[in-house]
């Protein structure tokens, strides 16, 4: 039997234990306490209520993303595959996870090659953008975007999960100079994403000025890297360590102001704890662009495509209802249409 790389087996381990285990964060998004004035009379028939959207020169059904999650194994190609399938007949934006694996092994490649499955998608290559401190550079990212014919990169920001786990990458020291250089040279928009705990204003405010085109927010409230890398830990120090932080990071909607009040102009995606449709379109009236979920995708294209396909229709049916049930026909109407605090 041949012998499993660390980081395929890494990869391999990350998406059995999002699906078998309980590695959601202690914190709520905060999105319970938002709430949307509802309208008995909207004035708007069902079907008038418009959830597309133009971006990066993409078509989009809805304002729905699907959050980077996996690749670099066999299963997780059938994954993303799937994922794309289900995203074409959608038209919706998709992200894969972090190539890096594919990067450093030629053969992993074909597991986020998706494109062939998806012509007409929103898609977004994704490395960790600590990999620039450990000799990544323009060229790779480049590298990223080819490999899968991508509109945009992702360079995700993952400092707590690699400080949790065992021989983690974690050299963040002067990062955002190295993120400037790719935003300057780089021939395809540029977003900067957290993986779970959110982002400040400090972090808004640093990113806005290394020229990226768009913040993912990532807030804590949904999946909590540092209790999968808990579930990884291969001894006692370190699952105590990973455990010590189920608490912890900014949820989701606070991350949004933090950024639309840093960086007023930011685009802005939303993840992090998002259940459905109505989370989203909350995060669209907060100021959003794109919520993001990843569980309820990866759960759905575990099983089939036609799973997969089932539950982007059900999430974009939830945001259309909420338009129609507070009288927005578009997308940009939500913002007026919440509770005043």
Excluded at 10 to 21: G, Q
Excluded at 262 to 270: K, S, T, W
Aim: proline fraction near 2%.
């Amino acid at each position: 039997m041949s012998k499993v790389a660390p980081i395929e087996q890494r990869k391999a381990d990350h998406i059995r234990i999002n699906l078998e285990k309980d590695v959601r964060s202690a914190l709520t998004t905060g999105l319970e306490k938002v709430h949307f004035v509802h309208e008995a009379l909207p004035e708007l028939n069902l079907d008038d209520a418009d959830t597309s959207l133009t971006l990066f020169g993409k078509r989009l059904g809805a304002p729905i993303l699907i959050s980077s999650m996996t690749g670099g194994t066999h299963q997780a190609g059938t994954i993303n595959r799937r994922l794309a399938e289900a995203a074409q007949s959608t038209r919706t934006a998709m992200g894969v996870g972090s190539q890096r694996a594919a990067l450093e092994d030629a053969k992993q490649a074909k597991t986020f090659q998706v494109r062939k499955y998806a012509p007409d998608i929103l898609l977004f290559a994704n490395l960790g953008a600590v990999q620039l401190n450990y000799g990544y550079d323009v060229d790779d990212c480049r590298r990223a975007v080819d490999m899968i014919e991508a509109d945009a990169l992702y360079l995700h920001l993952n400092a707590l999960q690699e400080a949790v786990q065992q021989g983690g990458d974690t050299k963040f020291k002067d990062l955002s100079k190295k993120m400037e250089v790719i935003c300057k040279k780089l021939e395809v928009p540029v977003i900067a994403k957290e993986v779970g705990w959110g982002i400040s204003e400090r972090t808004a405010k640093l990113l806005a000025n290394c020229g990226v085109s768009a913040i993912d927010v990532a807030g804590a409230g949904g999946t909590s890297w540092s209790q999968v890398e808990m579930y990884r830990a291969p001894d006692e120090f370190t699952h105590e360590l990973a455990a010590t932080f189920v608490g912890w990071g900014i949820p989701t909607a606070d991350s949004i102001l933090n950024v639309k009040k840093a960086a007023p102009n930011m685009l802005i995606f939303a993840s992090g704890g998002l259940k459905d449709g109505l989370d989203i379109a909350k995060c669209i009236a907060l100021g959003a662009t794109l919520g993001g979920m990843a569980g309820n995708f990866l759960k759905a294209a575990a099983v089939s495509t036609e799973k997969a396909i089932g539950t982007m229709e059900l999430t974009k049916r939830q945001i259309q209802v909420t338009m129609f049930a507070v009288g927005a026909g578009k997308l940009i109407e939500l913002k007026s249409a919440l509770e005043k605090s």
